[in-house]
């Protein structure tokens, strides 16, 4: 009986420090994944640091806007298509999130951002008012870099807003 007693306390033991390996190492990685989301909002977004794009982004990074309808694939047409004409037309633009859920290597995220429209953007002249728009974002992560990611937001709707 008492080795069967020392047996089972082994064995309850080892499972549960294999729990709790797991459970760090999955802590690890969400660390890992929510530092990568505050480099893309404050570093490039905020702070307008388009040098982070390569540190945020893997090269075939893969980007579905949906409110714009974009699909865009590579750092290049990130920066030329989406990226760089935002920063033109909102010079002061900021964005923040108030919920990131993470589950494996996908990131759901609800943002939102606020700029002021100082030049023109997609041909519209500059309107000198304040965009305020919220959104939801999908990530897919490979290693500590966003490869896909998929977004919706009213950005579209409060822009024609703007021009009217």
């Known amino acids: 009986m008492k080795y069967f007693t020392k047996s089972f306390l082994l064995f309850t033991i080892i499972l549960m420090s294999c729990g709790k390996q797991e459970k760090n190492e999955l802590t690890m990685q969400e660390e890992v994944y929510k530092t990568t989301m505050q480099h893309l909002i404050e570093d490039l977004w905020n702070n307008q640091n388009l040098e982070m794009i390569p540190k945020v982004f893997t ?32 010079p002061d633009i900021k964005h923040g999130y108030d919920m990131l859920l993470i589950d494996g290597d996908k990131i759901a995220m609800s943002f939102y951002g606020e700029g002021t429209n100082k030049n023109e953007y997609e041909g519209i002249p500059a309107t000198n008012k304040v965009l305020k728009y919220r959104g939801m974002a999908f ?19 409060k822009f024609d807003e703007l021009t009217k």
């Open 139 to 157: 990530f897919r992560m490979d290693g500590n870099r966003i490869a896909e990611v998929w977004t919706h937001s009213n950005w579209a709707t």
């Open 59 to 90: 090269e075939d990074i893969e980007m579905h806007l949906g409110g714009l309808d974009f699909n865009l694939k590579g750092h290049s047409a990130i920066q030329k298509e989406y990226i760089q004409p935002t920063f033109d037309a909102f």
